[in-house]
């Protein structure tokens, strides 16, 4: 029982930054460039007290450390851009869709051959996405916005393609946070235009909380989890951030981004479920 509610609080809170990144900078409580950098600090912040009651190092001078923060960088940078015209479903589901679409190719391409069940999930993904970033009739997405959160996507994914090898991801996630605030800060700093103390608070609670505690959360619960199931449970994120918009900023859900969203978690369900279908006929 505890497992579920500590998994379910897990996938909540990383659905609750889009939400608080669309209020934030949407409501115009606080530019792009400052809420990013000021998340990135918190979640350093967080993640380092977390590190230092824990213990560990964080070997910040590893080589794969540069490949962590410009990844991560080009995520947080894309991410709070994107939230100025995308609501906050379509958002996380783009940005869902182009992570695990992007994996999905990269893995075909490193030389694991994909089964037919991926494929055709992929296919059903891909096609999901293409929905949801379609511009006509009954489409939400504000083509610089999408820009944005698919660069956000490609950043987030090669943060995790890089990250796998990890032994220890939260060290890891701390010191990328760390090395991630002085790359946003020269490309963003002449950027910051305003800030109000009810914005910074949002950035700091997205930071801190969401996205910091969030990811120590996460690879708390992650080693109890079968790994289909740590697949399948994040489907959730962008239907519970769907929900968040529509609830609590009045977002609405056309049956365009409906059905998008549909084809988008089904595709990856299919697809991240192949190797524990495979398992169960062998």
Request: hydrophobic residues 65%; positive net charge.
């Given at each position: 029982m505890w497992l579920f509610l500590l998994t379910a609080l897990t996938m909540i809170a990383f659905a609750a930054n889009s939400?608080?990144?669309?209020?934030?900078?949407d409501g115009g409580f606080i530019d792009p460039s400052s809420f990013a950098l000021m998340r990135v600090l918190s979640g350093a912040v967080v993640l380092g007290m977390i590190m230092t009651i824990r213990g560990g190092s964080l070997h910040l001078l590893q080589r794969n450390r540069v490949v962590g923060a410009c990844s991560l960088a080009t995520y947080m940078a894309g991410f709070s851009l994107a939230y100025l015209t995308l609501d906050a479903g379509l958002g996380a589901l783009i940005l869902f869709g182009v992570v695990q679409v992007s994996m999905f190719a990269h893995g075909a391409m490193s030389g694991s051959s994909p089964t037919h069940r991926q494929v055709v999930g992929a296919s059903i993904a891909f096609a999901g996405l293409l929905l949801a970033l379609w511009p006509g009739p009954g489409g939400q997405a504000?083509?610089?916005?999408?820009?944005?959160?698919?660069?956000a996507g490609l950043g987030w994914a090669v943060y995790t393609i890089s990250g796998r090898a990890s032994p220890d991801p939260l060290a890891a996630t701390t010191a990328n946070f760390i090395l991630c605030l002085p790359v946003l800060a020269v490309v963003l700093v002449g950027l910051a235009s305003r800030t109000t103390a009810l914005g910074l608070a949002l950035a700091i609670l997205c930071g801190g909380v969401t996205s910091g505690l969030g990811y120590a959360l996460w690879y708390t619960v992650l080693p109890r989890l079968q790994q289909s199931v740590a697949a399948v449970i994040q489907l959730s994120v962008p239907i519970i951030a769907l929900i968040g918009g529509a609830v609590l900023l009045g977002e609405t859900i056309t049956p365009l981004v409906a059905l998008a969203t549909l084809l988008v978690?089904?595709?990856i369900a299919i697809a991240v479920t192949s190797r524990s279908v495979q398992a169960d006929r062998t």
């Open positions: 939400v608080l990144t669309r209020l934030a900078v504000n083509i610089v916005g999408a820009g944005f959160m698919i660069a978690i089904s595709g």
